[in-house]
């Protein structure tokens, strides 16, 4: 049973950058064909897709958010990482790490980004 844990900072100062961390148990984040999602919802509003690192370690990033996203891996720790810079109240949601075809979710992470 492969299991999705995000873990991140909970509250982000607005102009700062939010780091987190998904840990992957129960299988390989390079396992062949597997794509590992980010995706944020928002207080009210519905599930926003950032961005991906699919098998290989290639990368692609939502058009509104790909100035300030970053999507990378660490193979060795299995985890996979999401860094948006320049964060605002906006910003401020549930972020959830997924490998949306095998339907793995994470719990999810609450941000909120507030002086």
């Known amino acids: 049973q492969v299991q999705l844990q995000e873990s991140g900072p909970g509250l982000v100062k607005p102009s700062q950058t939010l780091s987190l961390t998904c840990t992957v148990s129960?299988?390989?984040?390079?396992?062949?064909?597997?794509?590992w999602t980010w995706i944020r919802q928002a207080p009210g509003k519905g599930l926003e897709w950032m961005g991906v690192i699919a098998f290989g370690g290639a990368t692609a990033y939502s058009p509104s958010l790909k100035s300030r996203t970053s999507i990378s891996w660490d193979t060795s720790k299995n985890q996979l990482s999401l860094q948006l810079n320049s964060v605002t109240p906006d910003d401020t949601a549930v972020y959830y790490c997924?490998?949306?075809?095998?339907?793995?979710w994470g719990k999810g992470t609450l941000i909120t980004v507030s002086s």
């Open positions: 129960g299988g390989s984040i390079t396992t062949k064909y597997y794509s």
């Open positions: 997924a490998e949306v075809g095998m339907d793995y």
